[in-house]
């Protein structure tokens, strides 16, 4: 039976609103079509077998080595970038208990955002940014190839930036760091701390 369990999920912003640090055209191609592949993948990959009971999160942190692991973690990566943004001029900064966590785990904001800055610039090839969470409460940076995700490394997600070619070169070619220093200015941190819990 094809049941086809994982959709595009919906965005809570249209697709000119993060522009132009992220414009309507990489959002339409990035998720319009990039992710859509992806969910296609999996969708053909899971249908029949006994996997396709499982939510998403289930299935990255299941899936063996290979095929499935490599789409169910792109679901999953890029319906967490996609839900964690909002329109620039609406961000706010991070408070309560999220940055309370932050300054426990990196002193400060700043070095915290410097960290996952740094990460970013050094990984070589296409992968994925994670600040992440382990049960102890404690914070960390991770940056991971592919379609890997901290769940299939027992950590919790927090927020990810997607440092695949895809996700910036429309935009900004090869100034990496540009779409570093814009990614920033859309971040959803209302998402980020719900996902502490
Ligand atoms: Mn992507």
Redesign the pocket.
Known sequence: MKTNPFRLPELGYQLTDLAPMMSQQTLSC?YGK??QTYIDNLNRMVNGSHFEGLNIEDVVRKAPEGPMANNAG?VL??QL?FEQFLPAKNAKMPSGDLLFLIEQSFGSFGKMREAMDNAAKQLFGSGWVWLTINAEGKMQVLSLPNGDNPLRHGLKPLLTI?L?E??YYLDYQNRKDKYLENFWLLVNWHVVSKRLV
């Open positions: 990035h990039h992710f792109q990566n890029h970038f997607d695949w895809h996700a």
